[in-house]
T-cell receptor, first 113, second 112 residues
Framework: ETGVTQTPRHLVMGMTNKKSLKCEQH?????MYWYKQSAKKPLELMFV???????ENNSVPSRFSPECPNSSHLFLHLHTLQPEDSALYLC????????????FGSGTQLSVL | KQEVTQIPAALSVPEGENLVLNCSFT??????LQWFRQDPGKGLTSLLL?????REQTSGRLNASLDKSSGRSTLYIAASQPGDSATYLC???????????FGSGTRLLVRP
């Protein structure tokens, strides 16, 4: 399998649940990202990891907790979410920070009830 | 604060037409600019990337131009096809940071 793979594709959870989103990249890239896409709003950067170290955190609520165990895998742990957190969560990767293209996964469509 | 605007928000054209999508940004000190395509409910597919030192990039029927001084980029699609129907997003990177700032996109419909 090639590219950036995200699982699950769809997720419905209650506000008291704990769940995790998974992302895996097969491109040999050094940086991985979580983006949030809400209806009628531009994509918002949530977290960036470079070589497994978090390098950017865009003031995201603590109910979202990222984890990057190695350069190929990225997780987003979710707990005590709110209905307004319902959105498409996109994972992306790039070779480095400056000149390189950003490659996206297909996303996880999250609904919080 | 950098702001990225895409106009129009939606566009409907008959098949075969050439069309131009617009992207403007308020701070001209960008590092590069990237155009993406997004199909409904899916992730983004990278189309073209223009470095700040470049004026344009071409890939097949797509041509993207960049005018930093005026804060504008255009995506030209030649001989449009129904398969081109999607939302097109532009994003700018400031300096050498990881952060891309996205526009809200233009939703394109190419009618058969």
């Amino acid at each position: 399998e090639t590219g950036v793979t995200q699982t699950p594709r769809h997720l419905v959870m209650g506000m008291t649940n704990k769940k995790s989103l998974k992302c895996e990249q097969h491109l040999g890239h050094n940086a991985m990202y979580w983006y949030k896409q809400s209806a009628k709003k531009p994509l918002e950067l949530m977290f960036v990891y470079s070589l497994e170290e978090r390098v950017e955190n865009n003031s995201v609520p603590s109910r979202f907790s990222p984890e990057c165990p190695n350069s190929s895998h990225l997780f987003l742990h979710l707990h005590t979410l709110q209905p307004e957190d319902s959105a498409l969560y996109l994972c992306a990767s790039s070779q480095d920070r400056s000149h390189s293209w950003l490659f996206f996964g297909s996303g996880t469509q999250l609904s919080v009830l | 604060k950098q702001e990225v605007t895409q106009i129009p928000a939606a566009l409907s054209v008959p098949e075969g037409e050439n069309l131009v999508l617009n992207c403007s940004f308020t701070d001209s000190a960008i590092y590069n600019l990237q155009w993406f395509r997004q199909d409904p409910g899916k992730g983004l597919t990278s189309l073209l990337l223009i470095q700040s030192s470049q004026r344009e990039q071409t890939s097949g029927r797509l041509n993207a131009s960049l005018d930093k001084s005026s804060g504008r980029s255009t995506l030209y699609i030649a001989a449009s096809q129904p398969g081109d129907s999607a939302t097109y997003l532009c994003a700018v990177r400031m300096d050498s940071s990881y952060k891309l700032i996205f526009g809200s996109g233009t939703r394109l419909l190419v009618r058969p």
